[in-house]
C-alpha cells in the first residue's frame, strides 16, 4: 500500500511538470470559472421562480440549487477531457477532479434529502457525518484503485445461513438499501399527508389514519423491497416471523396493544386532535395522535403523554365527542338571612357577564342544597367553544355574582359552625370548704 501511495505521488509530480499539464489546469479553470457564473445566474433566476413555490416542487427546486455548481463543473470538465482525448493529450488530472465533483454534488443532495425527511437532532448529524465519510472514502479508493480490491475482500468475508450467503459486502448493501427505502417512504408519506390536508371535507382524525396506515404500509413495503434488492430470500423470513409472534405474545405484548389501539382510535374517530378529554384524573386538549400515544396538553401548557390502550380499556370523558356545547356551572352560597329568590335573579342578572355564553340553551339558576353554612345555589350556563376553556366564564361570572351581591345586600358566609355548652363538669375541689379562702 506504501508503494503504491509512492507510486501515484510521483506520477502526479511528473505531471506537474509536463507541458501538458497546463492545458488540463486551463481546462479545470474555465470550468469553475463557467459553471461559478451559470451557478449565480441560475440561483438567481430560480430564486424568483421559486417564492410561491410549495409541496415537490420546491423540494426540487432548493435540491437543484445545491447541485447546480458541481454537476455544471463536471459537465464542463467531461467536455474538456474529451476535447483533450481527440488531440491525444493526457487527462490525468481531469480525471482526478471528475469524480470528486461528483461526489460533492452526491453528498449535497444526500445531507438535503435527510434533513427534509427527518426532523433536525442528534442522530440526523451524525449520520450526515457518516454519509460524508463513506462517500468520500469510497471516492479515495477509486482515485487510488483500492476499491476493486476492497468489495472483493468484503464479499469474500461471508458465511452460509441455510441457502442463504451472507457476506459483509451484502450486509452493508442491505443497510444502504433500507436506509434509502425508507427515507423514500418516509418522503412519500409526508408528501401524501400533505396532499390529504389540503383536501377539504377531511376531518382531522381521518388524516391521522390516512398518515398512520400510508406510513405503516410504505415503511413495509421499503423493508421488503430492500430485503429483495440485496438478493435475501424472503422465504426465509418465516422463522423471523414465528420469533417475532412468540415476541409480541411476550415481551412485546403492550406496544402492539398500543400500536392496534392508535389504529383503532383513528378509524372508529372517538378522539381527533383538537378533542378535550378527560382520562383519570388528567384533563386537556388533544395535540397529536402517535402510534404509540396521544399527547394531551392541560391548562398550564404541560404535555401529558397517555399510552394508545388506556384510553381503549378505561373511561374517557370526551367534552367535544358529539356536541360542542358544554354546560358550565357556577356554584354559590348565601347566608340564610337573606332571600333566595333575589339572589337567584340577580345570579340570572349576571349569566351573560362573559360573551360566551350562549342564549340557546338559555341559563338557569338552581336551589341545590341547605348546606352547613348557608343556601347552595347554582347557575348554569352553556357555552359553544369549550377548546377555550372554562375558567375565564366562570371567572367573569363570579366578579358579576360578587358585585351584584355587593349592591343588592345579599351576604356570601363564611364556613361556620355553633356549638351548644349543655353543662360543665364541676372543677376537682370545688365543693371542699378547706380549699375556700373565705371560709
Not at 146 to 166: F, S, Y
Not at 254 to 273: E, H, M, T
Not at 377 to 399: H, Q, Y
Amino acid at each position: 500500500m506504501q508503494a503504491l501511495l509512492q507510486e501515484q505521488l510521483q506520477q502526479l509530480l511528473m505531471t506537474l511538470q509536463t507541458p501538458t499539464y497546463w492545458w488540463q489546469m486551463l481546462v479545470l479553470v474555465l470550468a469553475v470559472t463557467l459553471s461559478a457564473l451559470i451557478n449565480a445566474r441560475l440561483q438567481t433566476l430560480l430564486e424568483q421562480n421559486n417564492t410561491q413555490s410549495t409541496g415537490f416542487r420546491h423540494l426540487a427546486v432548493r435540491g437543484a440549487q445545491r447541485i447546480i455548481w458541481p454537476l455544471t463543473a463536471l459537465v464542463f470538465i467531461l467536455i474538456g477531457v474529451g476535447i483533450l482525448e481527440n488531440y491525444a493529450l493526457p487527462t490525468t488530472i481531469l480525471e482526478v477532479a471528475s469524480p470528486i465533483l461528483a461526489a460533492l454534488a452526491l453528498i449535497r443532495l444526500c445531507v438535503y434529502i435527510l434533513r427534509k425527511s427527518f426532523a433536525s437532532n442528534p442522530i440526523l448529524r451524525s449520520s450526515e457525518n457518516i454519509l460524508v465519510l463513506v462517500v468520500w472514502s469510497i471516492v479515495i479508493m477509486h482515485l487510488l484503485g483500492w476499491l476493486p480490491t476492497v468489495l472483493a475482500m468484503l464479499d469474500n468475508m461471508a458465511l452460509t445461513v441455510g441457502e442463504t450467503r451472507i457476506s459483509v459486502l451484502s450486509t452493508f448493501q442491505l443497510l444502504f438499501m433500507v436506509a434509502f427505502a425508507f427515507i423514500l417512504a418516509v418522503w412519500i408519506a409526508d408528501l401524501i399527508n400533505r396532499q390529504v390536508a389540503r383536501v377539504p371535507g377531511i376531518s382531522p382524525s381521518m388524516q391521522v389514519g390516512v398518515s398512520k396506515l400510508s406510513r405503516f404500509m410504505l415503511l413495509t413495503l421499503a423493508f421488503l423491497l430492500a430485503l429483495n434488492a440485496v438478493g435475501i430470500n424472503l422465504s426465509s423470513l418465516a422463522i423471523f416471523g414465528g420469533a417475532l409472534g412468540v415476541g409480541l405474545g411476550f415481551g412485546l405484548q403492550s406496544i402492539a396493544s398500543n400500536f392496534i389501539s392508535g389504529f383503532i382510535l383513528v378509524l372508529d374517530r372517538s378522539i381527533k386532535p383538537g378533542d378535550i378529554i378527560t382520562v383519570g384524573t388528567k384533563f386537556g386538549w388533544v395535540q397529536e395522535l402517535n402510534a404509540r400515544y396521544i399527547v394531551v396538553r392541560n391548562r398550564e401548557g404541560v404535555d401529558t403523554l397517555i399510552p394508545n390502550e388506556n384510553l381503549i380499556t378505561s373511561e374517557v370523558i370526551n367534552w367535544s365527542y358529539a356536541d360542542p356545547n358544554v354546560r358550565v356551572t357556577v356554584p354559590v352560597q348565601i347566608s340564610y338571612d337573606n332571600d333566595p329568590e333575589v339572589a337567584m335573579q340577580l345570579m340570572m342578572d349576571c349569566a351573560f357577564a362573559s360573551p360566551r355564553v350562549l342564549q340557546d340553551p338559555p341559563p338557569t339558576v338552581r336551589l341545590t342544597e341547605f348546606a352547613d353554612s348557608g343556601i347552595a345555589l347554582e347557575l348554569r350556563v352553556w357555552i359553544a367553544d369549550p377548546t377555550n376553556g372554562f375558567m375565564p366564564v366562570r371567572s367573569d361570572i363570579n366578579v358579576a355574582i360578587w358585585r351584584a351581591f355587593k349592591n343588592g345586600g345579599i351576604t356570601i358566609p363564611y364556613p361556620q359552625q355553633d356549638v351548644y355548652i349543655k353543662s360543665m363538669p364541676d372543677r376537682p375541689g370545688a365543693g371542699d370548704a378547706s380549699l375556700n379562702p373565705e371560709s
